[in-house]
């Protein structure tokens, strides 16, 4: 359980950082020109965070439940993905009540 946690830590934080902050901007713009499907993927935190959260699974291979191993892999790469959607969002509550 505490690497799923870590792991959505890790999600919300690259997601937030790619999908909201000034520094991945010309890459969203760039990226949206290039094609649709990954211009409103990058533009969004949460669509985003599914995916690095797959990712991070396939990499880290945390276990939260005891079935078959593509089932419990699919299933925690969702739980660290809405567990990432709830810190992504406190993180942009906080940087706008900072107005940042």
């Not at 000034?22 to 935190?45: D, M, N, Q, V, Y």
């Not at 419990?72 to 660290?80: E, G, P, R, S």
């Amino acid at each position: 359980m505490k690497q799923v946690i870590l792991l959505s830590m890790v999600t919300a934080c690259i997601s937030f950082t790619v999908a909201e902050m000034k520094l991945f901007a010309p890459f969203r713009i760039w990226i949206k020109g290039k094609s649709l499907f990954f211009g409103e993927l990058f533009l969004c935190g949460y669509c985003l965070g599914h995916w690095v959260a797959f990712i991070l699974v396939a990499l880290y291979r945390p276990r939260l439940f005891q079935s078959w191993w593509l089932i419990d892999y699919f299933l925690t790469a969702v739980i660290i993905a809405w567990l990432a959607a709830v810190q992504w969002i406190i993180m942009c509550w906080l940087f706008r009540k900072t107005g940042k």
